[in-house]
């Protein structure tokens, strides 16, 4: 195949790949993950780190972009993702670069392919999460470093360590990948520009100085406990067999014990006959891939860090394609029967057309509410007294409310103690996970099967016991009482408390929660259910709040008290507060 060909062949196959992104970007719900990362940063303004909530989820260069499209367009699922779904222009424009840096044909193009359509990586793309991005700038990184190495010169060096500083910023998962690269980039530096005042510039405040802020941050997170996700088998049984599972869809353990041996066995001694070549491409990716397992190995062994598993292994994934690729194409040169052996990464592309879809992700199919739920529990809400009870796992409520938001329904919000709870109205579970509660039937089943709204075939009856309205005038208190009975009145019966009030505050968002506490006689925790007001509205203007929340019934008497809680000690004032407390009847 002639250049003109192959370029046209790409470019179709990348616009394609383009197309499916964007289309998948509007239309899956917001996951867990990506609806935290909105309500606690984008929303509040308040991401950077050491002056931000610390969490690993706050993925520092996303969530800045995702300030940025949430203030230009708005809110919606395509607005927030947006920057991922360009930096998979940038991700082609590097995978058309790096490989045609392979000789040999058949190589190329198998590598071409399976890096466009690698399964699970691709998913990252269309989602508000750092993962598919920190891939593109590694690319980006990748190509410049051999480059650098090759030819030399400052423009080489600035995107290698600029792209390498966006990835690392994007996902912390590839610090100790850009320490590798950092140190081959400060090799060259040092043997062979050491006397240019300008790269050494470009290598310390580009490379050295933002590296050292991500290390603090990452300290931080660990220092704090931040860091569990991962887990302590290994690498080669942690992290390796995570990859298997779900970039090759090999879930048998002894099947996926075989592929593990069998391609680190291909891919080792494909590089150690690679080797003999000298190939620059071949060296930066066998030494880049080591530094990497060799760093994890010292983190978990050494310090206890878990090792890095499925997204957070991801970076791996290219690492691992480009190391056999282009060790094969080195070898392939003069044995070119050998180069059909790239025929392998076609499985990658053939699992990404056969896992195709628009409603839900690889990993978090439970995670997307379709709008039909949302359809269906508005119509059941309709001309009733009282807010519906809702159960729900524990990774719903913040998709349920920025869905209930973006579509400006005043649902209530998702009960996810105790699940999957008994009582309750309504449920959104995950039937191929957990066993629904009895008494219950289906309402609707997502088309990707993972996510039920099921029914309660015996209405939920209660009565009202106290039912009081006031006004709460400005005021800027931390907290504020709604109810608090005697510990003696509770004992043995289950509660449901209704909030219906107006609320007016300049503040946007108001971080106001609404908060359930019950403790014991000796101040131990029963009972802790607390909600964020701002998940589902930012601007309150005299607009509506009306939850309800379930109190459980406690064998010992138990100290309750319902409050308003204003961390930040905002303005608000709400003309009309009514408490209602409902005994749940038997």
């Known amino acids: 195949m002639n250049a003109r060909s192959e370029r046209i062949g790409f470019v179709a196959l990348s616009l394609l790949t383009f197309a499916y992104i964007v289309l998948r970007a509007a239309w899956v ?7 935290a990362t909105f309500q606690t940063y984008v929303v509040t303004g308040r991401y950077l780190p050491f002056l931000a909530h610390w969490d690993a989820g706050n993925h520092l ?31 082609a424009v590097y995978v058309w670069r790096i490989t045609r840096m392979l000789q040999v044909d058949v190589i190329r193009w198998c590598t071409m392919v399976a890096l466009l359509l690698t399964p699970f990586v691709l998913d990252f793309f269309s989602l508000f999460r750092g993962y598919g991005p920190a891939l593109a700038f590694l690319l980006m990184a990748l190509f410049h470093l051999v480059r650098y190495v090759e030819v030399g010169g400052r423009r080489q060096l600035f995107a290698t360590l600029f792209a390498m500083a966006l990835a690392t910023y994007a996902s912390l998962s590839l610090l100790l990948i850009w320490c590798s690269v950092m140190a081959i980039a400060g090799w060259y530096v040092f043997t062979r520009d050491r ?16 590296l050292v802020i991500a290390g603090l941050f990452g300290k931080g997170l660990s220092e704090l406990g931040l860091l569990y996700f991962g887990n302590s088998s290994g ?51 066998g030494v880049i891939l080591s530094g990497e397992i060799i760093g994890r190995v010292v983190l978990g062994e050494g310090f206890g860090v878990l090792y890095p598993i499925d997204r ?3 970076q791996l994934v290219p690492l691992l394609i480009l190391l056999f690729a282009f060790s094969l194409d080195r070898i392939a040169i003069g044995r070119p029967r050998l180069a059909f052996a790239a025929v392998l990464l076609l499985w990658l592309p053939v699992r990404t057309l056969m896992g195709a879809n628009f409603d839900h992700t690889a990993y978090w199919p439970e ?10 529990v508005s119509e059941r809400q309709q001309g009733l007294e009282r807010p519906l009870l809702i159960g729900a796992y524990r990774q719903n409520p913040r998709c349920w409310t920025y869905g209930a938001s973006l579509r400006g329904l005043d649902l209530n919000y998702l009960n996810d103690l105790g699940f999957p709870q008994p009582t309750c109205e309504l449920l959104l579970i995950d039937t191929v996970h957990f066993q629904p509660p009895p008494g219950f039937h289906t309402v609707y089943t997502a088309q990707h099967g993972r996510m039920n709204l099921m029914e309660a075939e015996t209405a939920l009856r209660d009565s009202v016991v106290r039912d009081s309205t006031w006004a709460i005038p400005s005021t800027n208190e931390e907290f504020k009482g709604l109810w608090s009975p005697d510990p003696e009145a509770l004992q043995g019966r289950a509660w449901l408390i209704e909030v219906d009030a107006s609320i007016t505050s300049d503040n946007e968002p108001l971080e106001l929660r609404l908060v359930v506490d019950a403790k014991d006689a000796n101040g131990n925790p029963l009972h802790y259910d607390v909600i964020n007001l701002d998940d589902q509205r930012i ?3 005299g607009d509506r709040l009306h939850v309800l929340r379930l109190l459980p019934s406690f064998s010992v008497p138990a100290q309750v008290t319902a409050y ?19 005994e749940v009847v038997p």
């Open 61 to 91: 260069l996303i969530t800045a972009m995702g300030r940025a499209t949430y203030l230009l367009f708005g809110p919606s699922p395509l607005a927030l993702r947006s920057f991922s779904v360009v930096c998979f222009v940038l991700y």
């Open 195 to 210: 006397k240019d005042g300008p790269v050494l510039g470009i290598l310390l405040f580009i490379g050295v100085v933002p």
């Open 235 to 285: 690498f080669f049984d942690g992290t390796l067999r995570s990859l298997v599972l779900w970039i090759l869809g090999i879930m048998r353990p002894l099947a996926q014990d075989i592929v593990m041996i069998v391609s680190t066995m291909l891919v080792e001694g494909l590089f150690v006959r690679a080797l003999r070549g000298r190939s620059v491409p071949v060296i930066l990716m």
């Open 29 to 35: 719900p917001l996951i867990h993950d990506e609806a």
């Open 367 to 376: 995670e997307a509410i379709p709008g039909r739920i949302y359809e269906l």
């Open 312 to 314: 957070t292994a991801i």
């Open 539 to 541: 601007s309150w203007k």
């Open 564 to 582: 308003l809680w204003n961390p930040r000690q905002q303005y608000f004032a709400m003309d009309r507060v009514r408490v209602i407390i409902r």
